[in-house]
T-cell receptor
Framework: GENVEQHPSTLSVQEGDSAVIKCTYS??????FPWYKQELGKGPQLIID?????GEKKDQRIAVTLNKTAKHFSLHITETQPEDSAVYFC????????????FGAGTQVVVTP | DTEVTQTPKHLVMGMTNKKSLKCEQH?????MYWYKQKAKKPPELMFV???????INESVPSRFSPECPNSSLLNLHLHALQPEDSALYLC?????????????FGPGTRLLVL
C-alpha cells in the first residue's frame, strides 16, 4: 500500500520568513495530493491540493510543488504569520480505494513574532 | 454551505454505555467518512460510505457501528468502548470517491472513555 513520509516533524520560523515541508510517497499510481492545516481543537482544513497533471500550484502565500519522477511534493509558505502556527498534514491518494487518503505524520509549525 | 457539522463536541462515557456521534453535511456530497485521530497523530480512516452504502471498513472493532440514514447524515454508534478508544473522531465528506476529490472535515467529537 501507499506510504507517505513527512519532514520535518517540527519547524520553528521567525515571522516573515518562509517555511517548507516535504513529503515523499511510495505508490507511483498516486495522483492526488492535498495539504491540510489543523489548529488546536479543530478538524483538518484543506489549504491547497495538487493533481498529478500539474507540477506547481499557488494560492497567495501558499504553494505546492510536485515531482512525480522523484515521488515527492512540498508545501511552501512565504511571509509567515503567527496565525500560520498549526500542524500541517500532507496526504496522497491513488484513486483506487474509494478516495482513501494516506496521511503523513504531520509537521508542527511554530511562527514566532 | 461548505460545512460539515458534528455533534456532540465533547463526550464522556463509561465502558458500559451506548452513545452515538452524529455528522451532517448539506453540500450534496455522496461520500462520507469516519476517522479516528489520537493526539499528535494523523487521522486514521475507519469507514467510508459511498452513495449511502458502506464501501470500506478498515477492520474496525464491532463496538463501533456506522450508519448512513441518508446522503446528508452519518452516525457512529458506540457500545462497550475501551479507554484506548478515547480520541478525536472526525467526520468528512467529498463529492464522490474518485480519489481526486477534496475531503472536507468537520470539527470532530472529542471522546473520553472512562
Amino acid at each position: 500500500g501507499e506510504n507517505v513520509e513527512q519532514h520535518p516533524s517540527t519547524l520553528s520560523v521567525q515571522e516573515g520568513d518562509s517555511a517548507v515541508i516535504k513529503c515523499t510517497y511510495s505508490d507511483s499510481a498516486s495522483n492526488y495530493f492535498p495539504w491540510y492545516k489543523q489548529e488546536l481543537g479543530k478538524g483538518p482544513q484543506l489549504i491547497i491540493d495538487i493533481r498529478s497533471n500539474v507540477g506547481e500550484k499557488k494560492d497567495q502565500r501558499i504553494a505546492v510543488t510536485l515531482n512525480k519522477t522523484a515521488k515527492h511534493f512540498s508545501l511552501h509558505i512565504t511571509e509567515t504569520q503567527p496565525e500560520d502556527s498549526a500542524v500541517y498534514f500532507c496526504a496522497a491518494s491513488n484513486g483506487d480505494s474509494w478516495g482513501k487518503l494516506q496521511f503523513g505524520a504531520g509537521t508542527q509549525v511554530v511562527v514566532t513574532p | 454551505d461548505t460545512e460539515v457539522t458534528q455533534t456532540p463536541k465533547h463526550l464522556v462515557m463509561g465502558m458500559t454505555n451506548k452513545k452515538s456521534l452524529k455528522c451532517e453535511q448539506h453540500m450534496g456530497h455522496r461520500a462520507m467518512y469516519w476517522y479516528k485521530q489520537k493526539a499528535k497523530k494523523p487521522p486514521e480512516l475507519m469507514f467510508v460510505y459511498s452513495y449511502e452504502k458502506l464501501s470500506i471498513n478498515e477492520s474496525v472493532p464491532s463496538r463501533f457501528s456506522p450508519e448512513c440514514p441518508n446522503s446528508s447524515l452519518l452516525n457512529l454508534h458506540l457500545h462497550a468502548l475501551q479507554p484506548e478508544d478515547s480520541a478525536l473522531y472526525l467526520c468528512a465528506s467529498s463529492p464522490g470517491t474518485s480519489g481526486q476529490e477534496t475531503q472536507y472535515f468537520g470539527p470532530g467529537t472529542r471522546l473520553l472513555v472512562l
